[in-house]
């Protein structure tokens, strides 16, 4: 049964952070899906944006090509193929030449030694390579803008069942929310905004993050936090309980800390929860006679109950760490001399959450899409949207 859950809908990304461009690959998706392309460019656009980004952004301005799947603006049952052309190409095809060429080599300058907290010397001791550059072009968070463009996808799918997905920052180094309780419609506001910022639905604590920013790149440093994503229009059941990788908290799991610098995971209050007695953590249940369904008065549990949705706001937080590459280099060690030298310095970020956020949205998306499809299954919207339709109906008359 969870080989079947993953085979719903399949999803995979190629290219390097410095290659030629990203392709994103989606399969399952049933026919009959009206794709917006310019929503999905302003997906691209959303996790490029943020205080605190590097030089990189200025460069390139995500497109998507569509290359299969899609025939007159809808899918057609077929695999969807998506190619992001990296603009930056140009600056790099020496470095990331695809056939050996002695003048390509000549013209490059290897990148070492390994950066604390990067992939560097864990995947060069993986593959038995001498230069980080073999791993970090892949292990780059670079990668994630194919991700956004499968999550732009699976959220136009979602939306065509009454589903929204959004996300904001709730906590940017020592500053975080004093409310944990942020109305679904201020980060369905903040989703829409032009300038992503910092992402977060409080000006007033928005603009202390971006003093937080300032410092960091004052100092030469950077900064992590935690981003909240929410998902508003599930219905109760999807999931299951019944085997340890059908449930969703599990499934949810993976595909968030799967972002490049997340390290943590929350599904609901579940931090809070851990140092609290029951009686103050279980959503009591009521039941809404008007709409026929039940209801909860809390929603510590984040929407997830024994691994299945229970009809509330799904509410899941990634907590990333500072990424690793560092105005100030901190100390390493070079391959070949065995001495300590300063870590290598390639451009990047000092901030990234609200873009981190953007991802977590496409991550959370593609899970539920996938769960979607498991449960009411369909080569067509139409076949979809009438078991869909059968089981709400179901539930009502519980």
Not at 206 to 232: C, L, Q, S
Not at 271 to 288: K, L, P, Q, R, T
Not at 360 to 371: H, K, P
Request: glycine share 10%.
């Amino acid at each position: 049964m969870g080989a079947k859950v993953r085979d719903m809908l399949r999803f995979q990304t190629a290219g390097e952070s410095h290659g030629q461009g990203l392709v994103a690959f989606l399969g399952g998706m049933p026919a009959g899906l009206r794709i917006d392309f310019d929503y999905v460019n302003r997906e691209l656009k959303r996790r490029q944006g943020g205080y605190g980004r590097g030089g990189r952004m200025k460069i390139e301005t995500d497109t998507a090509q569509f290359l299969s799947g899609v025939r007159h603006g809808e899918t057609i049952g077929a695999p969807i193929a998506i190619l992001v052309v990296n603009k930056d190409w140009e600056n790099w095809k020496d470095a990331m030449a695809v056939e050996d060429n002695p003048e390509s080599r000549a013209k490059y300058k290897p990148l070492s030694p390994p950066r604390p907290g990067h992939a560097d010397l864990a995947g060069c001791l993986k593959y038995n390579f001498r230069e980080a550059r073999y791993v970090l072009e892949r292990a780059s968070a670079r990668e994630t803008t194919a991700r956004v463009a499968l999550g732009a996808v699976a959220k136009l799918f979602l939306k065509s069942f009454g589903i929204e997905v959004a996300s904001h920052v709730v906590a940017l180094g020592e500053v975080s929310l004093e409310n944990d309780h942020v109305p679904f419609e201020a980060v369905l506001a903040l989703r829409d905004r032009e300038d992503l910022m910092l992402a977060c639905v409080d000006a007033a604590v928005e603009a202390r993050m971006k003093e937080v920013v300032d410092r960091a790149t004052e100092n030469r440093d950077t900064v992590g936090g935690t981003f909240e994503v929410i998902v508003r229009g599930l219905p109760p059941g999807l999931g299951a309980c019944a085997q340890w990788d059908e449930r969703l908290d599990g499934q949810l799991a993976q595909a968030v800390m799967s972002i490049q610098a997340v390290k943590a995971v929350e599904i609901g209050s579940g931090i809070a929860g851990s140092m609290a007695m029951g009686s103050n953590v279980h959503d009591e249940i009521g039941y809404d006679r008007t709409h026929s369904r039940f209801t909860r008065k809390t929603n510590r549990a984040g929407g997830l109950e024994g691994g299945i949705t229970n009809g509330e706001d799904l509410v899941v937080r990634g907590y990333l760490k500072p990424i690793s590459t560092l105005r100030r280099p901190l100390e390493s060690v070079d391959f070949e001399s065995k001495e300590t030298v300063k870590a290598a310095y390639e451009r990047s970020d000092v901030c990234v959450l609200p873009a981190a956020g953007v991802v977590g949205e496409s991550m959370v998306a593609l899970i539920m899409a996938r769960s979607l499809l498991e449960k009411f299954g369909g080569d067509s919207m139409q076949e979809t949207r009438r078991n869909f339709d059968g089981y709400l109906e179901q539930v009502r008359r519980f």
